[in-house]
């Protein structure tokens, strides 16, 4: 194959195959099949990402206990700049009892 054929496949593929969500939107998906929606790995992500970046030992294990403020700062700003880590997860404790 040669640069050429293999650029226009790939440029194929990204324009019909590929589709960017804003937050929000895939927010409203997830509650309209019943999932639980988070992006509470984002901070870890980042963490991760400048670890490796500063030749240190990646973590395996993420702490539990953190602040609501630091995850939201996290994704607000630094979704900008990279990917974010959406978590879905399918789990409904509230029955509605009809």
């Given at each position: 194959m040669t640069v050429e054929?293999?650029?226009e496949r790939h440029a194929d593929?990204?324009?019909y195959y590929t589709?960017?969500?804003r937050s929000g939107?895939?927010?409203n998906l997830a509650k309209k099949h019943k999932l639980r929606a988070s992006f509470k790995y984002t901070q870890e992500y980042y963490l991760g990402k400048l670890s490796a970046?500063?030749?240190r030992k990646p973590v395996y294990k993420y702490p539990m206990p953190r602040s609501g403020l630091t995850d939201w700062l996290a994704v607000f700003f630094l979704k900008y700049v990279s990917s974010i880590t959406l978590f879905l997860e399918k789990?409904?404790?509230y029955i509605?009892?009809?």
């Open positions: 054929e293999f650029s593929f990204l324009h589709n960017y969500l939107e895939v927010l970046v500063f030749g789990k409904e404790t509605l009892k009809k």
